[in-house]
Every structure is written in structure tokens, then in C-alpha cells.
């Protein structure tokens, strides 16, 4: 299982920045873990970030295709509604896994809207 913390900086502006930080273990069973864990994510090309919670293998897949799908433009949001068009592609994704692999997990999905530093963060799938 993963934890996972999200904050924002405040200036006298209102919301600077966002922050995402997790831990990097990844455990199977009490006696079997590891150490090196990516689960913050982020897009080259826009300003992007996500990290998830709870079980590992679903987020840790969907979330490095949906980040390539915004950098090379397959993923975009022409009204502005990123987050709606990101959690229609996170089902999508979901909708095809597995059924008998399927276990709790969350994400979560921040970005910078507009020009300087208005920011939005959403749950994206629970």
C-alpha cells in the first residue's frame, strides 16, 4: 500500500505552488518490499502532476500512458476541463484491467490553470 501528501504553498496571492510527495516502498505481503517505488509523476511538456495511493500496479501503469498521451498532444483540453478528460481516460483504462486484479487505490491529478499560479487539484479515480 502507498501514502501519499499533497499540499499547497500560499502566498499573498493565494495558492503558489503544489506539492506532492510519497513514500517509494512497495510491499507484497509483511515480508516482501521494496524501496524504489515511483509514484509522483509529471508531464515534460505541461503542468501536469500526479501521484496515487493505495495499490500499486494499475496507477503505476495508467498514469506514464496518460502523461505520454498529454506530451504528445493525444490528450488535451480544448475548454479547459483537464480534469474531466483525464479521469474519462483513467476509466477507460480501468474499464479494460483486469477484473480479478483489481484492488483500492486513488489519484490524484494538480494543475497550474491559465497563466501564473492558479492551481487545481482533484481526486481523479477512487
Given at each position: 500500500m502507498?501514502?501519499i501528501?499533497v499540499?499547497?504553498?500560499?502566498d499573498?496571492?493565494?495558492?503558489?505552488?503544489l506539492y506532492?510527495?510519497?513514500?517509494?516502498r512497495?510491499?507484497?505481503g509483511?515480508?516482501?518490499?521494496?524501496?524504489?517505488?515511483?509514484?509522483v509523476?509529471s508531464?515534460?511538456?505541461n503542468?501536469?502532476?500526479?501521484?496515487?495511493w493505495?495499490?500499486?500496479?494499475?496507477?503505476?501503469?495508467?498514469?506514464?500512458?496518460?502523461i505520454?498521451?498529454?506530451?504528445?498532444?493525444?490528450?488535451?483540453?480544448?475548454?479547459?476541463a483537464?480534469?474531466?478528460?483525464?479521469?474519462?481516460?483513467?476509466r477507460?483504462l480501468?474499464?479494460?484491467?483486469?477484473?480479478?486484479q483489481?484492488?483500492?487505490?486513488?489519484?490524484?491529478h494538480?494543475?497550474?490553470v491559465?497563466?501564473?499560479t492558479?492551481?487545481?487539484?482533484?481526486?481523479?479515480?477512487?
Amino acid at each position: 500500500m502507498t501514502s501519499i501528501v499533497v499540499w499547497a504553498g500560499v502566498d499573498t496571492h493565494g495558492p503558489s505552488s503544489l506539492y506532492v510527495a510519497s513514500d517509494s516502498r512497495i510491499s507484497w505481503g509483511k515480508d516482501d518490499s521494496w524501496d524504489q517505488g515511483r509514484k509522483v509523476f509529471s508531464s515534460a511538456s505541461n503542468p501536469h502532476i500526479f501521484g496515487y495511493w493505495g495499490d500499486v500496479i494499475f496507477p503505476a501503469l495508467a498514469i506514464p500512458t496518460i502523461i505520454d498521451r498529454i506530451d504528445r498532444g493525444v490528450l488535451n483540453s480544448r475548454d479547459g476541463a483537464w480534469h474531466t478528460e483525464i479521469q474519462q481516460a483513467i476509466r477507460l483504462l480501468w474499464s479494460n484491467y483486469p477484473k480479478g486484479q483489481r484492488k483500492d487505490f486513488g489519484i490524484v491529478h494538480g494543475l497550474r490553470v491559465g497563466e501564473g499560479t492558479n492551481l487545481a487539484v482533484s481526486s481523479v479515480l477512487e
